[in-house]
């Protein structure tokens, strides 16, 4: 993998990373299930939703990322197959 993608898998793997995101998570949760359904708190509601969606973004970003490393090893091991495997074969021109 590329050293972002590397370093980024680290960061994922981390146990307290992982309940930095839970912790957030939950704190919207608890939000969510504590703010009363009235019509003046409607909004307070959609606010809480729009912090989970952002938290989820930047979740699915880092993965996105990760994938892109594996993917730039995979393009890359690929591109290397035949020519490196001529050079070792000494086809090489």
Do not use: C, W
Request: aromatic share 4%; net charge negative.
């Amino acid at each position: 993998m590329t050293a972002k993608a590397d370093r980024i898998q680290e960061l994922l793997d981390d146990p307290h990373i992982q309940e930095a995101f839970e912790n957030v998570r939950q704190k919207y949760y608890g939000l969510i299930e504590s703010t009363p359904l009235d019509s003046e708190r409607d909004g307070a509601l959609h606010d809480i939703r729009k912090m989970l969606q952002l938290l989820r973004d930047v979740e699915n970003d880092l993965l996105e990322a990760i994938q892109e490393g594996h993917l730039e090893d995979h393009n890359v091991q690929q591109k290397g197959q035949g020519f490196l495997k001529d050079l070792i074969n000494g086809r090489a021109n």
